[in-house]
C-alpha cells in the first residue's frame, strides 16, 4: 500500500471573509501514476489575514470537481472556530490542521478539486488557507486496519512504530510561498515501511498582523514513486492582537499517518517548509519520521 498528499497548485489566494460566498482559494490537481489511484479525503489548514475584535469566526469548507461528480459540497471545519477576541493585546488563536473525508467512486488520476473557503458570519478580514488531497493506491474498503484506524482517528499516526527526527530553531521564512531547506532526516536501514511524518512549525515571538501558516513537502530519490508529499503543517495561528499578553497555550502537533515501502538501505529524506507569508521573527520547526 503507498498513500501520498498533493497540495495546492499555485500559492493560495486569500478570500472567504462574506458569510454564504463560497470564494475558491486554490486547485488540487492529482498526478497521474502508473496505478488507479483513489481518494481519501482533504486535509486542510486554515487562518485568518488579519483579526477584528468583536468578530467570531467559523469557517467552511466547498470542494467542487466536475472530473469527480463534487458539486458545492460544503463541510463546517470543526477545528477552525473561534469566539471573539475581547482586547487589543491578544494571542494568536491556534488552529489544528482538519482531514475532511471524502467520498468517490472514481478514480482520481489526473482530476482536479477546487477549494472553496466561507464563513459562518462575515467577517472584516479574508481567511487563506492550505490544503491537500490525501489519496494512495488501494480502495479505501481494502486499506490496512490500523490505517483505516487513523483516518477515523482525525488523521492522526497511532501504529506502533520506530522512529527519527530533526528540527531547526528559528529557520528564516523571509519570503513569501517561497521553499526553505530544512535539516535532512537521515533514516536507516532497518526501515522497511514508512507509517508517519511530521509536519511542524511553531511561531517564535508572534508578531502583531502576522499569521503563521506553513506547507512542508518531504522528498527522496531512493524512495521509487514517492512525491510528491506536501502537507500543511498540523498547527497553524491567527494574526495576534497587538504586542502579544498572557501565559503559555498548548499546541495540538501531530503525526501524519503514511504507508510507503521503504528502501531498507540508509539514506536521507529531504525537508522544506514554506509561510504563507514573509514573516519578521523566524519559527521553529520540527520534521519526523516513523516506521517499521
Known sequence: MRTWSKALSAAPVAGGKTQGTYSKIGSITIPNKDV???????????????????????????????????????YVLENFQSGDPIATN??????????????????????????????????????????????????????????????????????????????????????????????????????????????????????AGEEGLFQFSFESGDIQGFAPQEYPACISYDPPLGTVVGGAKREDIRYYPVRFPLPQSNFDMTVKSRSVIALTNAPNTKQAVKYR
Open 36 to 74: 488507479s489511484l483513489y481518494l481519501y479525503g482533504i486535509l486542510i489548514s486554515v487562518t485568518r489575514q488579519a483579526v477584528t475584535a468583536g468578530e467570531t469566526l467559523g469557517v467552511e469548507l466547498e470542494l467542487n470537481s466536475s472530473d469527480l461528480g463534487l458539486y458545492q459540497e460544503r
Open 90 to 207: 491578544t494571542q494568536s488563536v491556534v488552529y489544528r490542521s482538519e482531514f475532511v473525508p471524502v467520498y468517490s467512486n472514481e478514480t482520481v488520476n489526473n482530476k482536479q478539486i477546487d477549494i472553496h473557503l466561507s464563513v459562518s458570519a462575515t467577517v472584516t478580514n479574508n481567511l487563506v488557507a492550505f490544503a491537500s488531497a490525501i489519496f494512495g493506491d488501494t480502495p479505501l474498503d481494502q486499506v490496512d486496519s490500523s490505517y483505516l484506524d487513523e483516518l477515523k482517528n482525525g488523521f492522526r499516526s497511532n501504529v506502533r512504530a520506530l522512529g527519527r527526527l530533526e528540527q531547526d530553531a528559528a529557520k528564516a521564512h523571509g519570503t513569501a510561498n517561497a521553499d526553505v531547506s530544512l535539516t535532512s532526516i537521515s533514516i536507516p536501514g532497518k526501515a522497511q515501511e514508512l507509517v508517519g511524518l511530521m509536519a511542524a512549525a511553531q511561531l517564535n515571538a508572534p508578531t
